[in-house]
């Protein structure tokens, strides 16, 4: 074997070929042969390497530098510099990319933002920037002219609904927690997001943790309270770290603790940590959970107003509900209820996430529509792809069709269309997304996380997942439908809290909109989507090159042949994880 | 069970001074505080690495909460684990965005790679693999997290690199 000094690594996958990565490669090597390297220097090729999309491209071992957007007539320069030489040409460097937050970017025309004003703007750990924000102004001047009364009374004109997901008026729950006598009240922010697809409470927290601190304070004055709990998912380390500066600071500023702002009127806040329990996220289950004990919801009523923390009456609202109070006591009800539909006002934030071009944080007016948000905010669907459907609201929500576009997005229209709005969670999905498939993945999740209190909920969803597991392992048999049909509705009238009463959302509403799907696994024996591990196979086709990257990374070694010769996929060991076709650069593995 | 405190394992963390310490420490700061055991337990958690039977024994005596209370809080949560576990943690989030990601591939590479299913650790202690649910950073799926750091965007072919991390 003949050793060499450097190896240089051209990228060949379609992209950097068309671009001229051949001739690229071959210059190369005249180049080394006229500069009388080509015995030190040994040119390779490789597949994808970085981005691809500057290229043609190349890699230099053992220095491990990575040129970008070579053409032929660079190759002189570059030999001359770096492989006689010895010198890193920087002109063909990869060019640093420009840190961007990745989550929230700048709002496009369809938003406005009042929870996330502050986020990424103002610096988290220093109160003095909130304050300079007109922070803590709603604070005093609720404390300084305003009655208890008065305040709910504002809310109550806002218009603001609870943004955890059931939207029941944020007034009307301050109204019945200031009702009940007691010498001790509290008020809980529920900062357990546990739907998977949802991060705006994450990045409230994270962003600007006074918002949610002083919606909480001045929720305290208005129903009574003297202490409150923060309950944090523990997925969230750097949250649940801002709250407790954000805490520390507030009460060195005299915005927490003994007579706020000399009012005369004391309140303390403190955070708690979940441990991993989607349930806890359910009011009386995460009041469990606080008190140190299992996070089981319990029957209301006794609702939290009258009857919650250790007895107490206690008021319990989601981070994004409290992060629009000092808002609406800063600019007035009227503002707020000027945006949004006649029963669903002012803002809601979403996370964007899934097939579309541009995924993360939004903020927009309640009452516009899907299309707007997919298309103009979100820029559209990756890829030039079609739109299968959004799924939206979390495990307990559902997936719309593309026929629902065009409705508003307020409470009572998702209602109408078997969803919920849930904590804001959208997850868009495209054509090559199986919804029988999704539908197990919701059952999965919810089955797991179902604390097991009550039997339909905990017997019910295991029940429903075996069915759907069926279906997808193309086991599926006539009267399935009606079955998995039966129990969504007896769950759903059965359950005892959220959880299981939203449990066969996912599945009710993808049967609903997408039956076909489902009577294509069950009697045709076909995944239309091509997803369902037991009804497809993947195959190679002629346009293989041999290229070996498929037999590299298959995990369980179903993939054989010579090098540069087509290659084939022993159909019996293929576990079907489409990992091949993911890597392949040619287009060479097809899936039936 | 009553006796597990005469018999400590000599393995349990009950038996080496110093986290015999941390634990008195933990128990001594949060004894007070309204819905203590939650508390103790998660700092436990995240100080020791995991609550042994014995621990929890240890938790009830000093506490006085019954021990069924402490282990019913203990099986519940997912956070809480009763073994020792590898010296990084490798988590796959399941959230949404990450199953439309693809995060099914990444699990299966992982196998590959590891040769452990997730909830197992590999045979040399190095790593345990873990499923997770939503670590909210939807708009970067799919996401690895090892031991604190986030991957985003983790491709089948990229995954060998960032699980060398948790294999040294």
Known sequence: ?592 | MLNMLENVPKTDPLAFPEQKAVIDRILEENRDLPGSVMVILNELQSNIGFISPTMQAYVSKQMHVPLQQIHGVVSFYSFFTTQSRGKHTVKFCMGTACYVGGAQQLIEKAKQVLGVDPGQTTKDGMATVEVCRCVGACSQAPVVVVDEDLHGRVRPTKLPQILRKAQQ
């Open chain 1, 1 to 592: 074997m003949k050793y060499y000094r450097t190896h240089v690594l051209v990228c060949v996958d379609p992209e950097c070929l068309a671009k001229g990565a051949h001739e690229v490669m071959d210059s190369l090597q005249d180049e080394l042969v006229a500069q009388g390297l080509i015995n030190e220097v040994q040119v390779l090729e490789t597949s994808r390497i970085g981005s691809c999309h500057i290229g043609p491209e190349i890699m230099v071992y053992p220095e491990g530098v990575h040129y970008v957007g070579l053409s032929t007539d660079d190759i002189p320069y570059l030999v001359e510099e770096h492989f006689l030489k010895g010198r890193v040409a920087k002109k063909f460097l990869e060019p640093e990319v420009e840190a961007k937050d990745e989550e929230l970017s700048a709002p496009t025309s369809k938003e406005v933002r009042v929870v996330l004003r502050n986020c990424g703007k103002i610096d988290p750990e220093n109160i003095e920037d909130y304050i300079a924000e007109d922070g803590y102004e709603a604070l005093a001047k609720v404390l300084t002219s305003m009655a208890p009364e008065q305040v709910i009374n504002e809310v109550l004109a806002s218009g603001l609904r609870g943004r955890g997901g059931a939207g029941f008026p944020a007034g009307k729950k301050w109204q019945f927690a200031r009702a009940p006598k007691a010498d001790q009240k509290f008020i809980i922010c529920n900062a357990d997001e546990g739907d998977p697809g949802a991060f705006m409470n994450r990045r409230v927290l994270e962003g600007d943790p006074h918002a949610v601190i002083e919606g909480m304070i001045i929720a305290a004055y208005a129903i009574g309270a003297n202490h409150g709990y923060i309950y944090c998912r523990a997925e969230y380390p750097v949250a649940v770290k801002m709250l407790n500066i954000a805490i520390k600071q507030a009460r060195a500023y005299g915005m927490l603790g003994e007579n706020i702002l000399g009012s005369g009127f004391s309140f303390d806040l403190e955070v708690r940590m979940g441990a991993g329990a989607f349930v806890c996220g359910e009011e009386t289950a995460l009041m469990a959970s606080i008190e140190g004990k299992r996070g089981e919801p319990r029957p209301r009523p006794p609702f939290p107003a009258i009857s919650g923390l250790w007895g107490k009456p206690t008021n319990v609202n989601n981070v994004e509900t409290y992060a629009n109070v000092a808002q609406i006591i800063l600019k007035g009800a009227a503002w707020y209820a000027s945006m949004g539909t006649e029963k669903s006002k002012g803002t809601k934030t979403f996370a964007l996430a899934g097939d579309v071009n541009h995924t993360g944080l939004i903020e927009v007016p309640l009452g516009i529509n899907m299309r707007e948000v997919i298309y103009d905010v979100a820029q559209g669907i990756k890829d030039g792809k079609k739109l299968k459907a959004v799924q939206i609201g979390g495990p307990m929500g559902g997936c719309l069709p593309e026929a629902f576009l065009d409705r508003p997005i307020d409470y009572e229209s998702l209602a109408a269309a078997g969803t919920i709005m849930g904590s804001g969670g959208l997850v868009v999905m495209d054509e090559d997304t199986c919804m029988v498939d999704i539908a197990r993945f919701f059952m999965e999740f919810i089955q797991d996380e179902s604390c097991g209190k009550c039997t339909p909920c905990r017997v019910g969803t295991r029940r429903m997942l075996e069915i759907l597991q069926r279906i997808c392992n193309g086991d599926g048999r006539d009267g399935d439908i009606e079955t998995l049909e039966m129990l969504c509705k007896y769950i759903k009238t059965t359950s005892l809290c959220g959880l299981g009463q939203g449990a066969p959302n996912p599945v009710e509403s993808t049967l609903k909109h997408f039956r076909h799907e489902y009577e294509a696994h069950i009697y045709e024996k076909r995944c239309p989507a091509k997803v369902c591990r037991g009804l497809i196979r993947y195959e190679i086709v002629d346009a293989c090159t041999g290229c070996t990257v498929c037999a590299r990374n298959c995990p369980v070694g179903a993939i054989s042949g010579e090098r540069r010769k087509q290659h084939v996929i022993d159909v019996n060991t293929c576990i079907r994880c489409g990992i091949c076709m993911q890597v392949c650069n040619f287009n060479a593995i097809e899936v039936h």
